[in-house]
Nanobody, 126 residues
């Protein structure tokens, strides 16, 4: 089992920045078989959508078109921590953000991810 805990989100004005982190813990075998971690978000009344993913090991990243050039995902293997740096935030970025981990290759399908954090709220005001 892998346990994911996101840091507290926050409220910022449009154009501002926030950094989210996700601390992962669990047994050694569960970590060994993980292949991908990512950030997803869900706004009220909308489906959960992928924001960014990173392949564990080689660090290949992928971003949703809506956040390309503004968000940066990274993973610290030594600390088992996933980070999402968000710049130039827009009101449409307002959502609950979730950290997720998968034992399969990265993709945007939420069913691919076996482990989820509890979520953290990000609010961007205009």
């Amino acid at each position: 089992q892998v346990h994911l805990v996101e840091s507290r989100g926050g409220s910022v004005q449009a154009g501002g920045s926030l950094t989210l982190s996700c601390a992962a813990s669990g047994d050694i075998y569960s970590f060994y078989i993980l292949q991908c971690m990512g950030w997803f978000r869900q706004a009220p009344g909308k489906e959960r959508e992928g924001v960014a993913t990173i392949v564990l090991g080689d660090g290949i990243t992928n971003y949703a078109d809506s956040v390309k050039g503004r968000f940066t995902i990274s993973h610290d293997n030594t600390k088992n921590t996933l980070t999402l740096r968000m710049n130039s935030l827009k009101p449409e970025d307002t959502a609950m953000y979730y950290c997720a981990a998968a034992t399969q290759a990265c993709n945007w399908n939420t069913f691919n991810y076996a482990y989820w954090g509890q979520g953290t709220q990000v609010t961007v005001s205009s």
